[in-house]
């Protein structure tokens, strides 16, 4: 061809029936953007003895829980032959025993295992082997001594029946680990040490996707024994104290049945904030930046490149055929992952950004919002202690993966912000000090936010209707009463305010801004509904005064007044904090387009 020069193009046929169409024999551009990680700061993680031991502490409250349900008293009444809260006679304590047995056995050897690093191999080896005899002696005999007959089961079937559910789970742990016991004593499957893994950004295809490959099966790994341990968890704390029930007892069938599920979905919560940490998850997040993304591209005749394994990363915005398909390289760093591949695909969604630590705090949030609304429509005294109970143990975990998905939210930030400057222009230390100087003011900012939010909606709900706590309702209507006859003004202009309609529009601008304030995510429409809180306050404090209560009945007003007011504050100094940031990043992208064209000058 006249004026231009030939180019080869042959086709060829791969072994996997691909169709090969190269462009040209140029090599691929090289000037793609490199992708920089960052080292999450070091967090605060328990040993496995001090996690056994937390894990302990949730068994024993879970297992006294269902106890409770089932052996509960009227105590109260005058009649009543019970001093007690619960018939403890009727709990077998054998049954007990082997609970405690099953689920505390990790503790004791973890705590002998600690306590003799000094020995030899051959005597530490001897003293766990007597542990485990010692707790297959213990389990035994607590088995055998569990009164079947007691229980209303009469004849072989039923004691049959019972011995079936309490080695029903051993089926379970045989078909997870087979007949190994070192996972019966041993926790390290949940834990991530640095010799089993470490990434190397190498870019070579082949290699990130073996990595990728290696990381998924430990990651469905860890979620498989997740899964068993937090139903063996449920099944010998909720579910064989109800199993083993006298029939003459007279329990809630709904709500024992509800306690083994929220055993369930916390243990399992608890259990994810320890095998899926913060460490664990950085090396998915890695490995999923280098493995990017491929979009499948209508019509198929628009030329293309080939795709094979050995082919070095692909540029974003290269388009490849591959298995009669096109697809468009996405992102903005070198693909390495295979076109048309889902497992690929769903690795680059849920690991590439922080998707992944906000589902784990998302599903527990769901939890702790589930559990509210069960405590908000229960009336029972015990059931309001139970469900109580078990919101107070979940703050554990509930702050341990709210703490994760924010510092790893923030410093992924900073690492594409970093990646797409350029190492030169936006420094390491300058990342650091955008999480260290941002991140605590941010924490309270959200933490004061979704607080005060949720409380002004629970007190806005229950100042409009009754559905929530009646005698509440009708307390509010009596105070509205008074406060209708105080309000600024009203004497002044002759003008009487009905209390129906002054307590529903406070009730009503109540939930309307705590809502804003727990859940819109613009920061003005934030500071309009807090200050909206703020007068709304001062207006019954002043209602407060104007009719003269006590001091305790002020002092509620006076305390959300002031939160109010501190969230102000913090919010100012967070904002603050974020424009001398931006001022330091725009600098240093003033100094780094400078010193470049500089050096350019000197080129030329």
């Not at 070091?42 to 297992?63: C, D, G, Q, W, Y």
């Not at 006294?64 to 349900?69: E, I, M, P, V």
């Not at 295809?205 to 099966?217: C, H, W």
């Not at 605590?440 to 949720?454: A, D, E, N, R």
Request: charged fraction near 15%; charge should be positive.
């Amino acid at each position: 061809m006249a004026g231009g020069r030939r180019v080869s193009r042959v086709i060829t046929k791969s072994s996997n029936n691909v169709m090969i169409f190269p462009m040209d024999d140029r090599p691929p551009p090289t000037n793609n953007l490199i992708m920089k990680h960052i080292r999450l700061p070091p967090l605060p993680r328990e040993s496995n003895l001090m996690f056994e031991m937390i894990l302990l502490f949730h068994v024993t409250i879970f297992t006294s829980l269902q106890f409770l349900h089932l052996y509960r008293t009227v105590w109260w009444l005058p009649q009543s032959f019970n001093s007690t809260g619960m018939n403890f006679h009727l709990i077998d304590g054998n049954l007990v025993v082997f609970t405690m047995a099953v689920l505390a056995r990790r503790v004791p050897y973890l705590l002998l295992k600690s306590l003799l690093p000094s020995f030899s191999h051959w005597m530490l080896q001897l003293v766990l082997t007597l542990h485990m005899l010692v707790w297959l002696l213990i389990t035994s005999y607590s088995l055998v001594s569990v009164k079947y007959d007691d229980h209303g089961y009469k004849g072989h079937v039923n004691t049959l029946l019972h011995l079936i559910y309490l080695f029903w789970p051993t089926l379970l742990y045989l078909n997870v680990y087979g007949f190994s016991l070192n996972p019966l004593f041993e926790s390290e499957e949940l834990d991530m040490n640095e010799s089993d893994h470490h990434h190397v950004c190498s870019g070579i295809s082949n290699q990130i996707r073996d990595e990728v490959e290696f990381l998924r099966k430990s990651f469905n790994v860890r979620m498989r024994r997740i899964l068993v341990q937090a139903t063996l968890i449920a099944y010998y704390s909720s579910f064989l104290p109800w199993a083993f029930v006298q029939p003459y007892i007279h329990y809630e069938l709904w709500f024992v049945t509800q306690h083994l599920v929220l055993t369930w979905m916390l243990s399992f919560s608890l259990l994810l904030s320890r095998a899926f940490c913060p460490d664990f998850s950085d090396s998915l997040h890695k490995v999923a930046c280098h493995l990017g993304r491929w979009s499948r591209l209508r019509p198929n005749h628009i030329p293309s490149q080939s795709w094979h394994p050995d082919h070095p990363p692909f540029p974003p915005g290269s388009i490849v055929k591959h298995q009669r398909e096109l697809f468009k390289a996405e992102g903005y760093v070198p693909i390495t992952s295979e076109p048309g591949n889902q497992t690929h695909t769903r690795f680059h969604l849920i690991f590439s950004g922080s998707s992944f630590p906000r589902l784990l705090l998302g599903y527990h949030v769901s939890l702790i919002i589930i559990s509210l609304l069960i405590l908000i429509r229960i009336t029972e005294w015990y059931q309001v202690i139970s469900v109580s109970t078990l919101l107070i143990t979940s703050l554990f975990t509930f702050v341990r993966l709210g703490r994760d998905f924010l510092v790893v939210w923030k410093m992924y930030q900073a690492e594409e912000v970093i990646t797409l400057r350029g190492p030169s222009n936006v420094s390491l230390s300058l990342s650091f000090y955008y999480i260290k100087r941002k991140m605590p003011s941010q924490i309270v900012l959200k933490s004061l936010s979704i607080t005060l939010g949720l409380f002004f909606v629970f007190l806005g709900i229950v100042k409009v209707t009754s559905v929530v706590n009646k005698d509440l309702h009708k307390d509010m209507r009596r105070e509205f009463v008074k406060y209708a006859r105080v309000f600024p003004l009203a004497s002044t202009v002759g003008f009487k305010v009905p209390s129906k309609w002054y307590r529903r529009i406070t009730g009503g601008l109540e939930i309307f801004c705590g809502l804003g304030l727990a859940l819109f995510p613009g920061v003005l429409v934030k500071r309009a509904m807090n200050g909206i809180l703020l007068l709304m306050n001062l207006l019954g404090v002043y209602s407060h005064f104007m009719v003269d209560e006590k001091f305790e009945r002020t002092a509620p007003a006076l305390v959300f007044f002031f939160m109010l007011s501190c969230r102000l504050v913090v919010e100012f100094q967070h904002e603050k904090k974020q424009r001398k940031l931006q001022e330091m990043l725009d600098a240093a992208a003033t100094d780094y387009d400078g010193l470049k064209k500089e050096i350019g000058e000197k080129i030329d």
